[in-house]
C-alpha cells in the first residue's frame, strides 16, 4: 500500500508562467519558465537568475561535458546552445524530422541529447500521433530513434547510463529502452503501468530505483517502481497540478516539485501562479539528467 505524503510544502520560488524541465547541475537548480519564455536558476537562497530569453517557449534542457547548456526550442524545433559565456547558436535543427514541436530531453555523460516530441497538435484539440524520439550526438547530427511512443515526455538515464526510462503520458506509462554503446535505443518495453487517469509528465530517478512521477491527471506526485507498484504518493491542492520534478539539494533528497494551475497558456501567462515547491524524501537523486555534475 502506498504512503501518502502530506508535509506541507515549502515554496522555493513563485510568481512564474509555467515551470518545467527541473535540473541539478553543479549544485544549482535550473528549470524553463515554459510560457514565460525564459530559462532561470534558483540559488540556494531563493535568489531567481534569468539566464536566457527567448521568443519561442523553452523546454527541455541538459548539459554538455564541458558545461555547455542545451536549450529545447518548442515550436523553432531547434536545440540551441549555451556556452558558459552566454552566447547562443543553434546546436541542431530537428524541423525537418518532427511535425507538432519539440518537448522535453535528456543529454547523458558523452554529450548525446534524447528529445521527445508532442506527436500532435494540442491547441487544435487532435488525437496523438505516435512519435519517435530524437537522437542528437554531441556535435548535432540527428537520428530518429525506434518505434514511436505516445507524447514523450519527461526523461531519465539510469546511472550507468546504460536505460532510458520515458514518460508516455498518452500512454499513462513509463517506457523503457536498452542503450547502445553508440547511444542507440533498443528493446523497448513497459516499465510502469501507471493506474487509469495517472497522465505522467516529468520525471526523476533516485537511488533506490524508484521514478518519481508527476502525474498531471492524477493524484499529484508519485514513487512507482518498475512494474507499477506505487509506493508513496504526494497529493496537489485543489486547484494546483504537477508538471515536473527533480531530486536536488546538498544530499540529493530534496524534491523540487513544477506546480502551476491549469495548463491554459493565456491564464498561465495573465496570472503568474507557477511555482517551484519542494519536500523532503528519503532516497536521493540518481542517474541523469543530473549526473555527478
Known sequence: MSQTIDTPFKIEADGFAFTECPRWH???????DVQGNRVCRLSATGRVET????ADNPSGLGFLPGGDLLVVSVH???????????????HADLSG?????????????????????FGYEHS??????????????????????????????GMVLTPDGRT?????????????????????????????????????DGICLDAAGGVWVA??????????????????????????FAYACMLGGADRKTLYMCTSERYDPAYLKSCRTSRIESIRVDSPGAGCPDVGA
Open 164 to 200: 532510458l526510462l520515458c514518460a508516455e503520458s498518452a500512454g499513462g506509462k513509463l517506457s523503457a529502452y536498452d542503450v547502445g554503446t553508440d547511444g542507440a535505443l533498443s528493446n523497448r518495453r513497459t516499465f510502469a503501468q501507471l493506474p487509469p487517469g495517472h497522465y505522467p
Open 26 to 32: 553543479g549544485g544549482q537548480f535550473y528549470f524553463s
Open 51 to 54: 539566464l536566457l530569453e527567448l
Open 124 to 153: 487544435a484539440g487532435r488525437m496523438p500521433e505516435a512519435s519517435p524520439l530524437i537522437l542528437v550526438d554531441q556535435e548535432g547530427h540527428v537520428t530518429v530513434g525506434p518505434d514511436s511512443l505516445l507524447v514523450a515526455n
Open 76 to 90: 523553432d524545433e531547434k536545440l540551441l546552445r549555451v556556452s558558459k559565456d552566454g552566447s547562443m547558436r543553434e
Open 215 to 240: 502525474c498531471v491527471l492524477g493524484p499529484g506526485f508519485v514513487r512507482v517502481l518498475e512494474g507499477g507498484t506505487i509506493t508513496h504518493v504526494v497529493p496537489m491542492p485543489e486547484g494546483r
Open 97 to 117: 524530422v518532427v511535425k507538432y514541436g519539440i518537448n522535453d530531453m535528456v543529454v547523458d555523460a558523452a554529450g548525446r541529447a534524447y528529445v521527445g516530441q
